[in-house]
């Protein structure tokens, strides 16, 4: 099966056409973040208005990289949510003109789900284990038994994981988007300079908060600080957030019998947390894999990707956006 997949859930218009599960025929992403930088954040508006513009010609342009018309392409996907509404309706109703142009399904793609089977991205399969996602947005541990036998276990009560990076970021005056500059600053600092709490530790479940976190850091830089501090305090935020994300994952899988934990979303490009997954994952034995690193953040081949898994399944042509994410269905599924 051929898919054409389109994203265009937040800041970056993104196209990409997948035979099978692995055989990339395109690859396109155009970044609004340049623009939004100005902003120091994403503007919905700005958003979908570039989405507009800039989706006809990427369409056009993967097309032509693929090789195909667009009548030998077996469906037209398109991420319906979660996201910005004005956003998500350019890239479904795009899609949506696309099947009916040629007489194909419409698919329509759980953003969130495309994020969390990027990890296997390639296999036709999905193997049972826990998923970590951390995006910009969400932060949510579940146990996934395979492809569309998904269980919510727990996911955070207010800012997501990449959301308080960027707003730890945007406190420490770094541009945005910030999650990748406390990275890149925290290797050089000392992550046991300063004490920031670990929100919910020991909980117990699978829920996390980042907001007292961010507000800790923020009280802190109150006091006032110097410049060369400034590796210190990213090293040390950074751990809070990945010592809470490394426990509960992996108390997670332990808990769901697993031996397999995939983690997915922006944040999962963090060096950080990449070598502590990996010390404390290979201690107890448990196995992890991420996506390759152009499919962590927002792009169009983990939405193709999810759609490959629905082969023979029926034309979305009804389904409208779906701007907020819908836990309680995923806890049904
Ligand atoms: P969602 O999918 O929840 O709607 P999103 O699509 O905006 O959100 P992603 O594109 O998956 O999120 O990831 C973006 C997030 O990842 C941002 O918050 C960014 O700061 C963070 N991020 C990217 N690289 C790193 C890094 N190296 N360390 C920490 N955070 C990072
Ligand atoms: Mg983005
Ligand atoms: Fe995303």
Not at 8 to 35: K, M, N
Request: net charge negative; charged share 20%; proline share 5%.
């Amino acid at each position: 099966m051929i898919v054409l997949a389109i994203e265009t859930s937040c800041d970056e218009t993104a196209v990409a056409i997948l035979r099978d599960h692995g055989d990339v025929l395109s690859h396109e992403i155009a970044s609004q973040a340049d623009i939004h930088a100005a902003y120091g954040g994403v503007v919905p508006e700005v958003a979908s208005r570039n989405h507009l513009s800039l989706l006809p010609s990427l369409v056009e342009k993967a097309r032509a990289e693929a090789g195909l018309r667009l009548d030998q392409i077996d469906a037209f996907a398109a991420t319906n949510g979660p996201g910005l509404a004005a956003a998500l309706l350019v890239g479904v109703s795009a899609a949506k003109g696309l099947a009916l142009g040629v007489n194909k399904p419409f698919l329509a793609v759980n953003h969130i789900e495309g994020h969390m089977l990027s990890p296997f991205f390639g296999l036709s399969e999905i193997p049972p284990h826990v998923g970590l996602v951390v995006s910009g947005g969400h932060t949510m541990l579940l146990d996934v038994a395979g492809y569309g036998d998904y269980r919510l276990l727990g996911r955070t009560l207010d800012d997501a994981a990449g959301e308080a990076f960027d707003k730890v970021a945007k406190l420490l005056g770094l541009p945005y988007p910030g999650g990748v500059q406390i990275d890149l600053l925290a290797r050089k600092g000392n992550p046991d300079r300063f004490e920031f709490p670990r929100s919910m530790l020991g909980s117990g479940d699978f829920a996390f908060s980042f907001s007292g976190l961010k507000t800790s850091v923020r009280y802190f830089l109150d006091r006032g600080f110097e410049p060369a501090d400034l590796p210190d305090i990213c090293a040390s935020f950074q751990e809070a957030v990945i010592d809470v994300l490394v426990h509960k994952a992996l108390a997670a899988v332990r808990r769901q019998g697993r031996s397999l934990l995939a983690v997915s979303g922006g944040v999962s490009s963090n060096s950080r947390l990449q070598a502590k997954l990996d010390l404390a994952c290979s201690s107890a034995g448990i196995a992890w894999r991420m996506a390759p690193p152009a499919l962590r953040t927002d792009n169009a081949l983990m939405i193709a990707y999810a759609a490959s898994h629905r082969q023979g399944g029926n034309s979305d042509l009804a389904a409208d956006i779906l701007p907020n994410f819908d836990y309680a269905r995923l806890a049904a599924a």
